[in-house]
């Protein structure tokens, strides 16, 4: 008789100790005030246009490759390239520079020239001084203009979205330096 008691006690005090410990572990999510997170502008679009330099020759590169590419490849399947790469607002290095695209890029395709680019526009002048938004999105760099996701962002581009497009300004083939026109459409607070 006193066995069958202690079993049902042994599986309501198992039960009973589980229950907060399972409550605790579902417990990790809440809703929050946008106000108390200091939002309390309205959602704005903003436009930014600026170019991009990859500079992958010279004394002072600000492209490297950190993984090269396969040796018979013809469109550098598997490189994959670190940038620190000079954004200003017109295409001429010497221009003022609003910022620094800082990332990476890794040539994702084995059919054609395509990269699944990574970065982060970091701004370092004005009102987005210290802001970034960040890039993700594929690269097929022969297209005439190519559309990536802005996905997040810092500072004032904190909840940022959107997309960018990139089209070639120029570059060279022999050096594989180029400038790309940068035009982002970016929702933010």
């Keep these: 008789m006193a066995r069958p008691f202690f079993s049902i006690f042994l599986i309501l005090s ?110 370092s002048n004005g009102k987005y001084n210290g802001s970034t938004f960040t890039v993700l999105g594929r690269n097929t760099v022969l297209s005439k203009v190519r559309e990536m996701s802005v996905i997040g962002g810092c500072g004032i581009f904190r909840f940022a979205r959107g997309y960018v497009e990139a089209k070639t300004y120029w570059a060279n083939t022999t050096t594989k330096d180029a400038i790309v026109e940068y035009n982002a459409f970016v929702f933010h607070y």
């Design 14 to 123: 198992c039960s009973y100790i589980t229950i907060p410990i399972l409550g605790e572990e579902y417990n990790y999510v809440k809703q929050v005030d946008p106000k108390k997170m200091g939002i309390i502008r309205k959602e704005k679009l903003s436009h930014f246009r600026f170019y991009w330099h990859d500079n992958v020759s010279g004394p002072n590169p600000t492209s490297i490759a950190v993984v090269p590419p396969l040796i018979n490849s013809t469109t550098a399947f598997g490189m994959i390239q670190m940038i620190d790469n000079s954004l200003t607002i017109g295409p001429k290095i010497s221009s003022k520079m609003v910022g620094k695209a800082q990332g990476f890029y890794t040539s994702s395709s084995q059919e054609e020239v395509g990269f699944t680019m990574i970065m982060n526009f970091a701004f």
